[in-house]
């Protein structure tokens, strides 16, 4: 089925560790995005590439890198885990970076950083 | 950034038709007006979207204010399936803000 899919679906790291999570969309989209969910609260935004070869930074970059490999893949690399980082991470992607395309969001990263 | 409020939790009757509200005050022109889903350990599904005037799909109707300060999201016939946290949420500038959302519980 086409959509956007995410690797891995969960995952443990501890503090210091790095890591990449990885996400793939097959509807050839051109804008891409990550989020980040707390318990109990909305999605906020980390990263976000409006076209292939561009990223810029959302509402809590900090801790976080991305790659925007090429139109299909964009991860998002944690180079010192910290537990602060704990959540469930949702990467999506839409037609164009305006308004009048819905999101299609992948089903999520569980990771725990003990 | 432009945001929205929303009340906490709605119930509805299995069968009976749903209106979520949703108060967009600080809405400028270009904001577009969407609306997702999220089930427990899913990731938000799109629901609808609209820009000014009322929209229509399988899933929902949008209706917008005139002024465009409020928006309502209706499901016409709930099914226990659409028990879920509904967000509305502007598209404004360079971030997609979410709030917390209505959870709607639907009761057979």
């Known amino acids: 089925n086409a959509g956007v899919t995410q690797t891995p679906k969960f995952q443990v790291l501890k503090t210091g560790q790095s890591m990449t999570l990885q996400c793939a969309q097959d509807m050839n989209h051109n804008s891409m995005y990550w989020y980040r969910q707390d318990p109990g609260m909305g999605l906020r935004l980390i990263y976000y590439s409006a076209s292939e070869g561009t990223t810029d930074k959302g509402e809590v970059p900090n801790g976080y890198n991305v790659s925007r490999l090429n139109k299909r893949e964009f991860s998002l690399r944690l180079e010192s885990a910290a537990p602060s980082q704990t959540s469930v991470y949702f990467c999506?992607?839409?037609?164009?970076?305006?308004?009048?395309?819905?999101?299609?969001f992948g089903s999520g990263t569980r990771l725990t950083v003990v | 950034d432009a945001k929205t409020t929303q009340p906490n939790s709605m119930e509805s009757n299995e069968e009976e038709p749903v209106h979520l509200p949703c108060n967009h005050s600080?809405?400028?022109?270009?904001?577009?007006i969407h609306w997702y889903r999220q089930l427990p350990s899913q990731g938000p599904e799109y629901v609808i979207h609209?820009?000014?005037s009322n929209v229509n799909n399988r899933m929902a109707s949008l209706a917008i204010a005139e002024d465009r300060k409020s928006s309502t999201l209706i499901l016409h016939r709930a099914t226990l399936r659409d028990a879920a946290v509904y967000y509305c949420?502007?598209?404004?500038?360079?971030?997609?803000?979410f709030g917390t959302g209505t959870s709607l519980t639907v009761i057979p």
């Open positions: 949420i502007l598209l404004s500038g360079n971030q997609f803000y």
């Open positions: 600080t809405i400028s022109g270009t904001d577009y």
């Open positions: 609209g820009l000014t």
């Open positions: 999506a992607s839409s037609g164009a970076w305006t308004g009048n395309y819905g999101y299609t």
